[in-house]
């Protein structure tokens, strides 16, 4: 079974509540009834029934939970919430019902925040910023987290290196340059993002135009200190080593001949890039000349599961992340 079947088989055991917000888009409706038919989650569409009803095309999305926020009982206490969320920013009630009512998105973190659902997945027609600021916002940072970030799942099929191919990669959709402090946290949280989600244990690379120490530059500094970081505050076991380039992260000989005393070198399946550049460069080039499956950008570090997407996902890319958001709500019960 591959990673995704064994994510769904996990989603259907114990089902959530996810929001898909995006009730202007086709392919929320496509992904509705695939996901309502393979089980793996119980779905609320944010938007009123003739929105639905004219947006949703052939599709039969009759098992999902159509939630209109001009008419629902619950808005009036969203409103209330968020205006105490966000009082210290001058956030008036009419401002609250206005925002709730016109921007979907803020709606359904609005009930994730308030546990009318367990997480959301948005992104298909909207950027990562619009994606996740209602979350930055409302939901904030999980406990003991530094840092939200993202992450994508890679699975890359025939592909002995890894985990069998499958591979976090981490930051590529939200932090654009971050410093020591940063790297360290982003690769602390990919490393338990692959373990709980994976299920196996995590192998980090901190990744570089340089192995150990062959070249000499700013940045390849910052990541030689967010290596020394990560392995301070790393809970017992981690393993975690760098600065890596990619072959010498990855390729077992390749890591034996460059960094011949890490046990790293070679084998991970962890890989944290130096900046979004790289990192976005990276998951799409394994994604389009490798055939990969790419599920993300995933958050890590947010208090709930809300997940964003690639505005050129396809509806079976959102019936993963779904499966994928249904897990993460279950591992933070």
Same mark, same amino acid.
């Given at each position: 079974?591959?990673?995704?079947?064994?994510? *769904?088989?996990?989603?259907?055991?114990?089902? *959530?509540?996810?929001?898909?917000? +995006?009730? +202007?888009?086709?392919?929320?409706? +496509? $992904?509705?009834?695939?996901?309502?038919?393979?089980?793996?989650?119980?779905?609320?569409?944010?938007? &009123?029934?003739?929105?639905?009803?004219?947006?949703?095309?052939?599709?039969?999305?009759?098992? #999902?939970?159509?939630?209109?926020?001009?008419?629902?009982?619950?808005? =009036?206490?969203?409103?209330?919430?968020?205006?105490?969320?966000?009082?210290?920013?001058?956030?008036?009630?009419?401002?609250?019902?206005?925002?709730?009512?016109?921007?979907?998105?803020?709606?359904?973190?609005?009930?994730?925040?308030?546990?009318?659902?367990?997480?959301?997945?948005?992104?298909?027609?909207? =950027?990562?910023?619009?994606?996740?600021?209602?979350?930055?916002?409302? !939901?904030?940072?999980?406990?003991?987290?530094?840092?939200?970030?993202?992450?994508?799942?890679?699975?890359?099929?025939?592909?002995?290196?890894?985990?069998?191919?499958?591979?976090?990669?981490?930051?590529?959709?939200?932090?654009?340059?971050?410093?020591?402090?940063?790297? /360290? &946290?982003?690769?602390?949280? #990919?490393?338990?993002?692959?373990? =709980?989600?994976?299920?196996?244990?995590?192998? %980090?690379?901190?990744?570089?135009?340089?192995? *150990?120490? =062959? $070249?000499?530059?700013?940045?390849?500094?910052?990541?030689?200190?967010? %290596?020394?970081? /990560?392995? #301070?505050? /790393?809970?017992?076991? !981690?393993?975690?080593?760098?600065?890596?380039?990619?072959?010498?992260?990855?390729?077992?000989?390749?890591?034996?001949?460059?960094?011949?005393?890490?046990?790293? /070198?070679?084998?991970?399946?962890?890989?944290?890039?130096?900046?979004?550049? #790289?990192?976005?460069?990276?998951?799409?080039?394994?994604?389009?000349?490798?055939?990969?499956?790419?599920?993300?950008?995933?958050?890590?570090?947010?208090?709930?599961?809300?997940?964003?997407?690639?505005?050129?996902?396809? $509806?079976?890319?959102?019936?993963?992340?779904?499966?994928?958001?249904?897990?993460?709500?279950?591992?933070?019960?």
């Amino acid at each position: 079974m591959g990673f995704i079947d064994e994510i *769904k088989a996990k989603a259907r055991a114990n089902k *959530k509540t996810i929001v898909l917000p +995006e009730t +202007e888009d086709i392919r929320t409706y +496509e $992904a509705c009834e695939t996901i309502l038919k393979e089980g793996t989650a119980n779905v609320v569409l944010v938007g &009123s029934k003739e929105e639905v009803e004219q947006n949703k095309g052939s599709f039969d999305v009759s098992g #999902a939970t159509i939630v209109d926020p001009k008419t629902d009982e619950h808005t =009036s206490a969203y409103i209330e919430k968020l205006v105490e969320l966000r009082q210290a920013k001058g956030m008036t009630a009419q401002e609250a019902e206005k925002l709730l009512t016109t921007n979907y998105l803020y709606y359904g973190v609005m009930m994730v925040k308030m546990k009318d659902a367990d997480g959301m997945v948005a992104g298909a027609c909207h =950027s990562t910023a619009e994606t996740l600021r209602p979350s930055l916002q409302i !939901l904030k940072t999980k406990p003991g987290t530094k840092l939200v970030s993202s992450f994508f799942v890679m699975v890359v099929p025939n592909c002995d290196m890894g985990a069998d191919g499958t591979f976090v990669f981490s930051d590529c959709g939200l932090e654009q340059n971050p410093d020591s402090e940063k790297l /360290a &946290s982003i690769s602390l949280s #990919a490393a338990e993002s692959f373990r =709980s989600l994976v299920g196996k244990e995590p192998i %980090v690379a901190l990744l570089s135009h340089s192995t *150990k120490g =062959s $070249a000499k530059h700013p940045d390849v500094d910052k990541v030689v200190e967010a %290596v020394k970081i /990560a392995k #301070a505050d /790393a809970p017992e076991g !981690l393993m975690i080593d760098g600065e890596f380039q990619l072959d010498a992260a990855i390729v077992p000989e390749i890591g034996k001949s460059k960094a011949p005393d890490s046990p790293v /070198a070679g084998n991970a399946n962890v890989l944290i890039f130096p900046d979004l550049d #790289a990192g976005n460069i990276g998951y799409k080039l394994v994604q389009r000349l490798g055939n990969a499956e790419a599920y993300g950008p995933l958050t890590q570090g947010i208090a709930a599961p809300v997940n964003d997407l690639s505005r050129g996902c396809s $509806a079976q890319d959102i019936v993963g992340v779904v499966a994928i958001t249904a897990v993460q709500a279950t591992i933070n019960e």
